[in-house]
């Protein structure tokens, strides 16, 4: 029977109890080593910038100490700088677990806090700020926060009543006020409410310049949502605000671009020229100063000046590509294509966006007349500007310019209506889209849309006016006197946008009574008007032409003796006279004489004057006057193509013509586009044939100028294509609808 060597089994229970102690104890030292380690590394990598490689330690290590504090923190910090604001339930999952170990952790608390609110997790918020709360009872930001994940509940009562909490425990800090203005205005829809806490605020805060300006800024915009007869009010609590801004931070440059909009809405233009001018002295590398001033100048008709303007402000910042763009576009319109063409190569350089340089190409297009490719960058343009709402609706308005021009009124419509639809009281839009429908005939439709256009704050003397003129010959047609009330208490309650000492307020007026058979009443009114306009010529005219038709060419003429004597010789005034001397029965007095003496005048007054004295020999048919003025005036100006082609196009075979076909050659050479367009005109019949090529050619087979359909069409009727020659002048009216 075999036995048991009790020493040998004693001895191998001892070698493999020292065995498994070995490996104890070799564990033990490596589970102790191993997460140092990975805590080392991961140290490591976050000091080389290496966040992916740092997060990949830490998780490791905490596998072996998920209870460690610090070290969630740290990962949670690691994080949070890879993530940025993406990431947010991860960290936020982070954040749990810490304040479950320790909920006494309050800076994780607040960061867990700020990151709910920005993540849309506002109940989560809501409990945080309430745990914080019972610890810092008395900390402001802690009740805007809460106010804030409140609000995003939509608890807006309970909003309110933490952000009144925040005020009463930091009555001088101006945040609070402006969260609790934000909340009643937008989140409760109570504008008075808000009005009351920017009151407050500003008699807490009497010589805080900001304060003022945040409720200047709200009145500002609570008039741009108020109803068109509203903001005057708006705008006058908004102008007191700017100038306590200005008066406690003198050089404070968005409250003088604020109260230089402010004063333009009430057009006192000159008062906001000083401020924006100023203003921009003291802050040249502000580029907004810099655009804002250049828009102004261009307000005012001083496109040099307004070109001098962003000049020197690249001059102040070589770096400032954003005036690039407004500065070639000035230069286009001025015909500086060398100047426009060396910016584009410098926005390219530059790397500039697409758009910048599509847009310039666009409108070097419309100044070169090549309507077609205008159209194609600006179609192009407006779809990639989406999400540029200002330069989508600048390149829809200049692509309707371009289809006007291509006789296309289907796509010029279409382009204004996608302005107004984006922006309803966008004026520009609507006077075009009036003006498009006066043209086809759509009268109601126009009247609609110059309506639409008075109601923005934007809208000028000049386009109330249109408007009014409109609807007086609307109603007149319609025969509904109790309409004229109407309109005469509308053009009554936008007097202010006419400026101060304009006359053309007033000179509305008299036509509005003339318009409903009052005569007599216009001329009264004007009377009283020259006491105090004496030196105002077009007052002067208008009236000798109302008094005319109450007591006869003699009453007006008077009025024009009287009327020269107060305010001296002017276009206005021999206009007016020569007028009346066409009206009169035999023309005993010739319209010739007063066109005597004009060489004194300036050029643009002696153009202005022959140029109206064509339209008054047009208006009794006396051909031989229009051709004569026309004469002179090239006498005058022999370098204005445009006036020798309108002489060309009146006078008819014979010297006059032949005159302004050599002088069109000298300028253009013999086969330009202009003299091509006088052969057309006066082409006996059997060289019809030969010229249609050369005039397709010049002008396309749909010519972008009526006087070239017209020239076509005559040379199509010539060849007996009338079908074609009937298209031609159907587009020729389409293009200058009140030229033929």
């Known amino acids: 029977m075999p036995t048991i060597n009790k020493r040998f089994l004693l001895k191998l229970v001892l070698v493999l109890f020292a065995f498994a102690g070995a490996l104890v104890g070799a564990h033990a030292v490596q ?29 490791q290590y905490l596998e072996f100490h998920p209870d460690d504090v610090d070290a969630q923190v740290q990962l949670a910090d690691l994080v949070a700088k890879r993530n940025g604001a993406r990431g947010a339930g991860e960290l936020l999952f982070l954040y749990d677990k810490i304040l479950r170990l320790d909920p006494a952790r309050h800076a994780t608390r607040r960061e867990a806090l700020a990151l709910s609110i920005r993540a849309g997790r506002y109940s989560d918020a809501v409990v945080h700020a309430d745990e914080l709360l019972k610890e810092f009872p008395k900390e402001p930001g802690l009740w805007q926060q809460l106010g804030a994940a409140q609000a995003g509940a939509n608890d807006m009562k309970a909003a309110k009543r933490s952000y009144e909490t925040a005020i009463t425990h930091a009555p001088d800090e101006l945040l609070g006020y402006q969260r609790l203005a934000q909340l009643v205005w937008r989140g409760m829809n109570d504008a008075a409410a808000a009005r009351e806490a920017l009151d407050r605020m500003a008699r807490a805060l009497p010589r805080d310049a900001e304060a003022h300006l945040l409720r200047a800024k709200f009145e500002l915009f609570a008039a741009e949502e108020s109803a068109p007869g509203a903001p005057a009010a708006d705008l006058a609590r908004a102008k007191a605000d700017l100038l306590r801004v200005l008066e406690l931070d003198p050089e404070n440059a968005e409250a003088s671009m604020m109260l230089a909009d402010v004063m333009q ?23 907004k100063l810099v655009r804002a001033l250049s828009w102004l100048e261009l307000l005012r008709g001083n496109s040099a000046a307004a070109v001098a303007v962003l000049e020197d402000g690249l001059r102040a910042d070589p770096n400032g590509t954003d005036l690039l763009v407004p500065l070639a576009d000035l230069l286009v319109q001025q015909g500086d294509t060398a100047r426009t063409a060396e910016i584009v190569s410098r926005l390219r350089a530059r790397k500039a966006p697409d758009t910048q340089v599509k847009y310039l190409e666009a409108r070097v297009a419309m100044r070169d007349q090549q309507w077609v490719r205008a159209a194609a960058l600006f179609d192009s343009l407006r779809n990639e500007a989406r999400t540029m709402p200002g330069l989508e609706a600048q390149a829809n308005l200049l692509l309707a310019a371009c289809h006007q021009k291509l006789g296309d009124p289907a796509s010029e419509e279409r382009a204004y209506l996608r302005v107004i639809t984006a922006d309803a009281r966008n004026v520009t839009a609507r006077v075009g889209l009036g003006n498009l429908y006066l043209n086809l005939g759509r009268f109601d439709e126009a009247a609609r849309e110059l309506e639409a256009a008075t109601l923005s704050p934007y809208a000028t003397g000049a386009v109330i006016a249109q408007w ?86 003699a009453a007006g003429l008077a009025v024009l003796d009287e009327g020269q004597a107060a305010s001296g010789d002017s276009p206005d005034l021999r206009l007016a006279r020569a007028a009346l001397y066409a009206r009169e029965p035999g023309r005993v007095r010739p319209v010739e004489r007063t066109a005597e003496h004009i060489e004194m005048w300036s050029d643009g007054d002696q153009v202005r004057f022959l140029s109206g004295l064509v339209e008054v020999y047009d208006s009794v048919g006396d051909r031989d006057g229009v051709v004569r003025t026309l004469r002179r005036v090239v006498a005058r100006f022999p370098n204005n193509a445009a006036m020798w082609l309108k002489l060309h196009e009146r006078a008819g075979p014979g010297p006059d013509a032949d005159a302004a076909r050599a002088a069109l050659a000298k300028f253009e050479g013999q086969s330009g586009p202009s003299v091509l367009l006088c052969d057309a005109r006066l082409a006996p019949t059997q060289a019809a044939a030969q010229l249609i090529p050369q005039m397709v050619s010049a002008f396309g087979e749909n010519p972008t100028r009526a006087d070239a359909c017209l020239a076509l069409a005559r040379l199509c009727d010539a060849t007996g294509d009338r079908a074609r020659a009937a298209r031609l002048i159907d587009r020729a009216h389409l293009l200058d609808p009140t030229g033929y």
């Open 265 to 287: 809405k009430a057009r006192n233009v000159p008062a906001a020229h000083a401020l924006l001018r100023d203003a921009a002295s003291t802050y040249p590398k502000n580029l």
């Open 31 to 59: 589970a102790r080593r191993i997460p140092a380690a990975l805590k080392a590394q991961s140290e490591r990598a976050a000091e080389n910038n290496k966040p992916e490689l740092a997060i990949h330690y830490l998780r």
């Open 468 to 553: 009014a003129r409109l609807r007086a010959r609307l109603v007149r047609r319609a025969e509904a006197p109790g309409d004229w009330q109407k309109l005469e208490v509308a053009v009554e309650r936008f007097a202010p946008r006419f400026g101060r000492g304009a006359s053309e307020l007033v000179l509305l007026r008299a036509e509005l009574l003339a318009a409903q058979g009052r005569p007599d009443e216009a001329a009264k009114l004007l009377r009283r008007e020259t006491a105090t306009r004496a030196s105002d010529p077009k007052v002067w005219a208008a009236l000798a032409l109302f008094a005319s038709e109450v007591g006869g060419s």
